[in-house]
Nanobody, 112 residues
Framework: EVQLQASGGGSVQAGGSLRLSCAASGFTGDDYAIGWFRQAPGKEREGVSCISIRDGSTYYADSVKGRFTISRDNAKNAVYLEMNSLKPEDTAVYYC?????WGRGTLVTVSS
């Protein structure tokens, strides 16, 4: 059974940094990708970033390019999202996802 577990959220001031982790288990092989999504209060869920587990290719939403970095550690079955220069508009619940599997979210709050 595939399981995804996000962690690392918290409260920071604008300009600060946080590192989210997604622990993955239950996958067979490495031909899949893991993505980060976020949902702010009153807004639709949006894609933030994703990474191919096989070759490490990445995607970033325009709103986070240059500030967020996604990475993987295949030995630990983990994906990370390093978030720098955080803005109040980054406040949201962040989820990791692959195919139709979703992890429980982790809350990121950025105060001005």
């Amino acid at each position: 059974e595939v399981q995804l577990q996000a962690s690392g959220g918290g409260s920071v001031q604008a300009g600060g940094s946080l590192r989210l982790s997604c622990a993955a288990s239950g996958f067979t092989g490495d031909d899949y990708a893991i993505g980060w999504f976020r949902q702010a209060p009153g807004k639709e869920r949006e894609g933030v970033s994703c990474i191919s587990i096989r070759d490490g290719s990445t995607y970033y939403a325009d709103s986070v390019k240059g500030r967020f970095t996604i990475s993987r550690d295949n030995a630990k079955n983990a994906v990370y999202l390093e978030m720098n220069s955080l803005k109040p508009e980054d406040t949201a619940v962040y989820y990791c996802q692959s195919y139709h599997y979703w992890g429980r979210g982790t809350l990121v709050t950025v105060s001005s």
